[in-house]
């Protein structure tokens, strides 16, 4: 089945810098790949996606870049705000509606 | 836009005792629903598929008589924590499709499961 590996775990940036996460993935029928924002005890947010056959996605501060030889894929947040400081997840499908399997997770701080 | 509406938020309950969680989506219907654990600082985890009329499909290691999934209807699935146990405390989450040409997923907003 699908592995999908998320780095870093933890994320500290000054406000206003910008913050990097990559994901891995095994499965090369993945097709769809979100990114979710969490807070803490609540449910999961959708902030972007991306499909295989797209390279790059943006919408203001966020993008997403999809490298499918390699496998991987990451997401780009400029000019971050503390407002921004949450649990970030990546997740893969072979699309279709079918199950997304999720990375591990990185904790993103955002200091003042 | 999609909305899947789940219940309870929290639950607390005694060892040995079933907790019955809910999810309906409000406004389409959910022929597929994934359910989710999630401990504390960790990642979400596929628990099992269900869809509609039919058994669920399990992952490998979830047992599937301790968690009774239900999916009776396009609107609603159910998860019944059966034989509670503290190491089930967790938090659980229903997602559902709901446009599988748009991979549109929509999240219940979790139960908080404790048990002492």
């Known amino acids: 089945g699908e592995n999908v590996e998320q780095h870093p775990s933890t994320l500290s940036v000054q406000e206003g810098d910008s913050a990097v996460i990559k994901c891995t993935y095994s499965?090369?029928?993945?097709?769809?790949f979100p990114w979710y924002k969490q807070e803490l005890g609540k449910r999961p947010q959708l902030i972007i996606d991306?499909?295989?056959?797209?390279g790059e996605k943006k919408d203001q501060r966020i993008a997403v870049t999809l490298n499918k030889t390699a496998k991987h894929f990451s997401l780009h947040i400029t000019e971050t705000q503390p407002e921004d400081s949450a649990v970030y997840f990546c997740?893969?499908?072979?699309?279709?509606?079918?199950?997304?399997?999720f990375g591990t997770g990185t904790q993103l701080k955002v200091e003042l | 836009g999609a909305v899947v509406s789940q219940h309870p938020s929290w639950v607390i309950c005694k060892s040995g005792t079933s907790v019955k969680i809910e999810c309906r989506s409000l406004?389409?219907?959910?022929?597929?629903m994934f359910w989710y654990r999630q401990f504390p600082k960790q990642s979400l985890m596929l628990m099992a598929t269900?869809?509609?009329?039919?058994?669920?499909?399990?992952e490998q290691g979830v047992e599937k008589d301790k968690f009774l999934i239900n999916h009776a209807s396009l609107t609603l699935s159910t998860l019944t924590v059966t034989s509670a146990h503290p190491e089930d405390s967790s938090f659980y989450i229903c997602?559902?499709?709901?446009?599988?040409?748009?991979?549109?997923?929509?999240f219940g907003s979790g139960t908080r499961l404790t048990v002492v």
């Open positions: 997602s559902a499709t709901w446009d599988r040409g748009l991979d549109g997923y929509t």
């Open positions: 499965d090369s029928a993945s097709n769809y």
């Open positions: 991306i499909r295989s056959n797209v």
């Open positions: 997740a893969a499908s072979t699309g279709g509606g079918n199950k997304l399997t």
């Open positions: 406004d389409f219907q959910a022929t597929t």
């Open positions: 269900s869809n509609e009329g039919s058994k669920a499909t399990y």
